[in-house]
């Protein structure tokens, strides 16, 4: 961490916390005292001439000062949060020196493009992650958030690289990074029967039960688990869950390993496994809106305990932001949670058909390392769209991880479109497509009324009611006729009726 | 620009402006009236928990306050500073999908390849120019800054592959880019004789002056306005400008096309082309240090005349530092200034190594592209490597593109290094050998006599001093005697005594 962000830090707390990424900012990086030593009493008094953006400010503490923790930190600077651009390059002029002119070149054309693409992408990565921009999280340290920044942009590439190619060539372009890749996938028998207790089965009646209880219900626990840090909400994480089931009806056409038992569907994977690791994070995430967040430099804690506890605490966040998501405060807000959770969906199916298409075993590195990438951007990505959202002006920037993100899961999306069409055209059972448009109508008719015609009749009772005041007011002096308006309108409104209050 | 970069900015002016690259941003981005209206003096006032960090800032100012212009700036925010990340990725969604799924793939895999690259890097633009990090400069536009900070990118990996490849493969990757290249050139005959008025030529004597005036002389001296530009420093421009005369007369035995006459060299050359640069160069900087820098949004303006005169200081600077190189006031300082030189004339000599060994005719339009390229980026990597020199910690970054430019100039001299051995070992003269020996015996005894033994005399002849005061100062009473001092050793220090002067 540098100094510069550290001022922004800083100013982050004296404008009051306004929606801005910076508020997860460490100042770690500096040991300027106007950042340490609660900078929020040097800095507070807004003098006369801020009137407007302390209302500003207020506004948007209202919304964010109940959702976010108290930091705590002594700005304790070690050596680990220097900037160390001059070493980073001088180390990379010594490799490129050993390895390009003190090795001898191999003859090999093939192995040298590769070598060549290799080092590319790790002159990128040492590029990137000393100097790119950082991002809302700070802990175990900004450089491994720029390192994963760095990866999702190489990632971007290859896809749209691969997106450039014919089918044939795009699944051969595989072999080049495992020989063994290329190659179509053999048939899967996804038959059997659904039944819990199998009379057929005399060795073992419950056999069907074994047979699903592999690595993927632990794969799922935590997946789920790690699903509800990212998006912090009982609701939203539900709501994916169920619907990628339904999602899974609806495509076990297209895909065979889509089909699985009833009991699969909504005991196994809703109920146990989801549903257990949805449990346990939100009990995570209460534990982590609670937790106190009191950073002190580990030369300044006295007991070697104390100083074991610090050095783990490095592992979890710099502080907390409460995601409240609110999609039925306003219409911009709403048509947000449609998208995430549709880009969430997406980005679940991807995982089937990507593999399905560019012909990867599903047990392969590259299926794991996906997903290990997108545990490590998706968080970042749901923070920076949080942020986003929460913006009343339309001033600020998408995040860029969200944005890579966003990028990545329509890239992947483009790739399966492509490479599969018919798989993906075949035709939707009768059944499974009325089912979706009932819900499709459901939710527009519910924004319709809700952003809609609620609004209207709610101004119009609002309208009627302030008339029938003034008339009733007349006699009584002028004064405080806005405070005794407590209508439906004003309850919409609520934040911005008692700001005014505040400010006065 | 977006607001909590001008967030950094009002801060950056609350601080006393820290030598911190935030101070040429512009608030442009951002409506917030807590920015505009002069936050000066809205948040002035340090509260005395600040103390030392009160003290830290005026010293930044002593070395800054006078080499920095001021600004006024109205805040005024156009459509063209807002963030646009949404809308980019919109717009390459429909891009992707028009170009993939609705276009045919062609059948022609080296096509394919090609043209997947092409839209690689054209899609690490749209992320890059939308949300890479600013950079110190916002005129025109901080996207303008952040296309060339991509265009690096994109080309150190190129130069990275490169690099890779065998001598034989990498000439021929040229192909690639232009079907043209990838042949040996001609060698060039240089002959002829130095005489400015050649009597054995009957039809015009001159020939030979008349013969140098080609494109070249308005080339080196745009060269050398815009190098000016960059220095920002007439001594250093002048040495640059001797040194590469002198390294083309040590190296016109390795490449042929630095033999020149003497009159080319050093009227030519030196007084004419690059001495009329760097006067117009210079004459430009104290126009731009002395200017107003007053941003008044384009629909504040009243008259027409005005608007115009607007529009077209938009392509000027947002304000001005003038550079105080200062290369004699510490070790640090000295050595810097000697690697920025060293640097210099290296990315300056390869330009004319690199087109040799990878066989590109001078008049190639990437020979052009490059130069275009660099002038680009210099200005930018110039004032971030003079702002890392002028942090007093060292805690700060090494700018970005500072980086990047140190990169790539490193990367161009390994692959001259590995392309061609032979040319680069070629024995050189022994007068040659003896001139630089010399002039690096000089610069290392200067340095060491001004850094080191000279400091030692001021020392000591500042304790001798101190001692002698001290005897003859004690029959008077103790008080301010730290005032009465002004010894050489205080004189070196002078910054750090007002200082404390300053404080009390």
Chains 1, 2 share one sequence.
């Not at 207790?197 to 005399?202: A, E, I, L």
């Not at 534990?287 to 106190?292: F, I």
Request: net charge positive.
């Amino acid at each position: 961490m540098t100094k510069p962000d550290s001022k922004r830090s800083s100013v982050a707390l004296v404008t009051g916390k306004p929606a801005n990424a910076a508020e997860e900012q460490v100042n770690n990086g500096s040991s300027d005292p106007s950042v340490s030593g609660s900078p929020h009493h040097a800095l507070t008094p807004p003098t006369p001439t801020k009137h407007k953006s302390a209302k500003q400010v207020s506004r948007d503490n209202l919304s964010r000062r109940n959702t976010e923790s108290e930091v705590f930190d002594d700005g304790t600077n070690t050596f680990f949060w220097r900037a160390h651009t001059v070493t980073v390059l001088f180390i990379l002029t010594c490799v490129l020196v050993y390895v390009t002119l003190l090795e001898e070149t191999p003859q090999d054309t093939t192995y040298n493009t590769k070598r060549g693409i290799v080092a590319s992408i790790l002159v990128f990565l040492c590029f990137g992650v000393t100097q790119a921009k950082d991002g809302p999280f700070t802990r175990p340290h900004p450089a491994y958030w720029r390192f994963w920044l760095c990866v999702s942009v190489v990632y971007e590439l290859f896809l749209i690289f691969v997106l450039f190619q014919t089918v044939r060539d795009g699944r051969q372009f595989m072999k080049y990074i495992d020989p063994k890749l290329g190659v179509a996938l053999p048939e899967r028998d996804y038959g059997g029967n659904c039944l819990i207790y199998d009379p057929g089965n005399t060795t073992d009646p419950w056999h069907n039960i074994w047979d699903k209880m592999d690595g993927f219900v632990p794969a799922h626990f935590l997946g789920w688990y790690i699903k509800t840090l990212v998006i912090r909400d009982w609701w939203m994480c539900m709501i994916i869950s169920v619907m990628f089931e339904f999602l899974e009806y609806s495509l076990e056409h297209q895909l065979p390993n889509f089909s699985e038992c009833w009991w699969d569907h909504w005991i196994m994977d809703v109920l146990v496994c989801n549903g257990l690791g949805i449990y346990a994070g939100m009990k995570t995430l209460g534990w982590l809106s609670m937790k106190p967040y009191q950073w002190q430099g580990l030369w300044n804690i006295p007991t070697y305990k104390g100083k074991i506890k610090r050095m783990a605490f490095q592992f979890t966040p710099y502080s907390w932001v409460k995601f409240e998501w609110k999609p039925a405060s306003n219409l911009r807000r709403w048509l947000a949670v449609l998208g995430i959770i549709f880009m969430f969906l997406l980005a679940e199916l991807n995982t089937f058909y990507l593999k399905f298409v560019l012909w990867m075993p599903p047990e392969h590195y590259l299926v794991l390392l996906r997903l290990v990438f997108f545990v490590n951007v998706g968080g970042v990505a749901m923070r920076e769209i949080y942020d986003f959202m929460d913006d009343p002006k339309f001033y600020r920037k998408l995040g860029q991880q969200a944005w890579l993100v966003a990028a990545i899961t329509v890239t992947e999306f483009l790739i399966v479109v492509k490479y599969d069409p018919r798989t993906i055209m075949l035709p939707i059972p009768f059944f499974v497509t009325q089912c979706w448009f009932l819900g499709i109508v459901l939710i527009l008719s519910w924004t319709l009324w809700r952003f809609f015609i609620r609004d209207i009749t709610l101004r119009y009772k609002d309208a009627r009611r302030r008339k029938q005041e003034v008339t009733g007011d007349c006699g009584r002096p002028h004064g405080n006729g806005g405070t005794a308006t407590p209508s439906g309108r004003s309850k919409l409104n609520g934040i911005s009726e008692s700001l005014r209050h505040r400010k006065s």
